[in-house]
């Protein structure tokens, strides 16, 4: 491994460190844009690609 290597990982793992000391912390925050069961997956995958502006949150696939 090189050093700029070892580097890159040992940030990374620092990195994760903290997502997980937020997450224990309740602090992390994901925004939901829509649920939509599985059958309804694709023309709802379709219409969340094809919204202009920006996308705010995640589409929840249900089965």
Excluded: H, Y
Excluded at 33 to 61: C, H, M, N, Q, Y
């Amino acid at each position: 491994m090189t050093i700029a290597r070892a580097a890159a990982a040992a940030g990374a793992a620092a990195d994760l460190e903290q997502v997980v000391r937020a997450a224990e912390k309740g602090a992390l925050r994901m925004p939901i844009a829509g649920i939509v069961p599985l059958g309804e997956a694709i023309p709802a995958l379709t219409d969340f690609e094809l919204r202009s502006g920006p996308r705010r949150g995640k589409l929840i696939i249900t089965t």
